[in-house]
């Protein structure tokens, strides 16, 4: 979303692979092609799971199924020494009043908004990275400041104008030839400081723009932003709302709403209608619960390409014998579609994205703080770098009551396990420790980076995992002395479905082989119940499209027992109820047959 880093992309080419990559998965798991792009280019192409969790929480938005587009706009933006004075400069004028500019971050214009098809992202990126490449990168650009009754502003030297206006030319030249319609910025190209200001401050304020330096080292970045042309006049929630009435508008704490520009000062009542960024749905909403911030603040970053200064330091935009006793194969779905795979229209509660959405912004405070925002989070999560939980997030609350509740059904059963393995994933490790507490068991657990699921789900790379150490600081009982079968950096950067299924049969034969006796719990990805099933019991592997089937039909924490008889390996249902709510179908171990 707007306040998530730019993603990488390296090369001319690698946008467009990468978009075709995620529209083409997400195809294939069953979602319209018209909501896949518009999910995709919203998030700014961050992960499949981000552009699921978009899709979920615009089930009501009217504008999913129109051909309605976004807007785009390409900036000139300044980072460094003179970024962070105009920032310092942003923040002591809104102390005086909210003026036009504080609307923006700190910019110069190059091509003003246009609209663009939801499908053509990957081609606007590598055109814009094209023009860029070609040229040689300046060291600087010069501005000097204008001051009037009405405007205030940093205007461009003409010794740079020349170079800005032909990155415009070209880069709405390249457009045109998409059939995408944009007209460069061709002259007075300005940094704008204040507009819309009270004349009666004009002095004050010309004295603080004034003492601004446009002269501070600065390095400059493209950037291609697009926005939802619905949202403008944004207001952000700064207290959740339960709405009370039919027309009223649900508000989420951190979400962005859109009210038409003079309806606030005009309301007799203090509520106004408004359109949720988060949702996209529209109603009335109490005044109380909404603070006036920049339009850009609900806008996508979709690339970030170096202007000025070294390219190279600057971040571009951003899947047995017979004698044993008989193992005991659990595996575990302990995320909400963790593949991107809604299983019903109900809310999903087990895992992070899917009831929060961005949920990283919502409950991290500046300082870096985790805040409770709603009793399905947990009460506190693990140390670690805040960008990790992106693509590797906890259990909520309830995920973790029914891992608890799983490991008291083995107990009663009388279940006894003598070797517990768990994926990476931070929500399976958790999955795994619960289960384990409810079973009233402390044996350690052995993390295999060998039990992540399908890789295909993870089109942008291998999540970051916390490490061992960092794991047993976290409070978690790890098996330090394990030595995985497959180490984190073995695993390929790509897989099809036959190299997956591959992968966790000549693991799970490892695992078995490697246990003398008795029985072993593995706690791993809805896809893993028949991934390391499959083949063990004699079957072939599907093609992907039957893996994506299967996996829709896995609810979380689907348990299944395999045990080795006469004729082999085969698979019973476990010795214990399944959990069945109301977002929770039963599961019905025979479909994996």
């Known amino acids: ?287 109380s619960h909404i603070k006036r911030t920049a339009e850009s603040d609900s806008w996508t970053l979709h690339a970030t390409i170096p202007l000025t200064g070294n390219k190279n330091d600057v971040i571009e935009k951003e899947e047995v014998p017979l004698t044993r006793k008989p193992p005991l194969l659990l595996t575990n779905d302990s995320t909400d579609s963790p593949d991107g795979i809604p299983r019903t229209n109900e809310p999903v509660n087990l895992h992070y994205h899917f009831p929060f959405g961005a949920w990283i912004p919502y409950c991290f405070e500046s300082n870096g703080s985790y805040v409770r925002r709603d009793l399905n989070m947990p009460k506190e999560i693990p140390s670690r770098n805040i960008q990790d939980f992106q693509n590797d997030s906890p259990l909520t609350t309830v995920g973790e009551m029914q891992a608890s509740l799983v490991g008291e059904a083995m107990k009663s059963s009388n279940i006894k396990i003598d070797i517990a393995f768990t994926s990476p994933s931070l929500r399976c490790i958790q999955t795994l420790a619960h289960i384990l507490k409810g079973l009233d068991s402390n044996i350690p657990m052995k993390v295999e980076p060998g039990l992540i699921e399908w890789l295909a789900w993870y089109p942008n790379g291998v999540p970051v995992w916390m490490t061992s150490d960092e794991l047993i600081k976290a409070g978690f009982n790890i098996d330090k002395s394990y030595n995985p079968v497959i180490k984190a950096k073995e695993l390929p950067l790509k897989e099809n479905a036959a190299q997956y299924y591959e992968r966790s049969y000549e693991l799970i034969k490892q695992i078995i082989e490697s246990t003398t006796v008795g029985n072993i719990l593995i706690v791993a990805h809805a896809a893993s119940l028949t991934a390391c099933t499959r083949q063990l019991t004699g079957g072939e592997v599907p093609p992907a499209a039957e893996v994506t089937r299967l996996v829709q039909r896995v609810p979380y924490l689907a348990c299944l027992a395999a045990r080795e008889g006469l004729d082999g390996w085969q698979l019973h249902p476990p010795p214990f109820p399944p959990i069945t709510h109301t977002s929770n179908t039963r599961f019905d171990w025979k479909v994996l047959l």
């Open 1 to 287: 979303m707007a306040t998530l880093p730019p993603q990488k992309n390296q090369t001319p080419t690698k946008m467009s692979e990468q978009h075709s990559t995620m529209v083409q998965t997400l195809l294939k798991r069953g979602f319209f092609k018209r909501r896949v792009e518009k999910a995709l280019v919203a998030t700014g192409h961050r992960g499949i799971q981000l552009a699921v969790d978009w899709m979920v929480a615009h089930l009501r938005d009217p504008t999913v199924e129109t051909d309605s587009q976004r807007e785009y706009v390409l900036y000139a933006c300044p980072t460094g020494a003179l970024a962070e004075q105009l920032l310092r400069f942003w923040s002591e004028t809104k102390e005086l009043t909210w003026n036009g500019a504080h609307n923006y971050m700190p910019h110069i214009t190059l091509v003003p908004f246009f609209k663009a098809p939801d499908g053509s992202i990957g081609e606007l990126i590598d055109a814009l990275e094209n023009i860029v490449n070609q040229d040689k990168l300046r060291n600087h650009i010069e501005l000097e400041t204008y001051v009037s009754p009405n405007f205030m502003g940093l205007f461009v030297k003409e010794t740079n104008t020349d170079w800005l206006e032909n990155v415009a030319l070209r880069y709405v030249n390249k457009l045109a030839g998409l059939g995408i319609s944009a007209e460069p910025q061709l002259n007075s190209f300005h940094l704008t400081l204040l507009y819309q200001f009270p004349s009666k401050l004009y002095q004050q304020l010309r004295l603080m723009a004034e003492k601004l330096t446009p002269t501070a080292s600065a390095n400059w970045e493209l950037r291609l932003y697009s926005r939802d042309s619905r949202i403008q006049n944004v207001y952000k929630v700064t207290q959740a709302y339960m709405s009370r009435e039919y027309d009223e508008l649900d508000l989420m704490e951190g979400d962005y709403i859109s009210i038409p520009e003079g309806i606030c000062s005009s309301s007799s009542n203090d509520y106004v209608q408004g359109t949720s960024w988060l949702t996209g749905t529209s109603g009335r909403l109490p005044l």
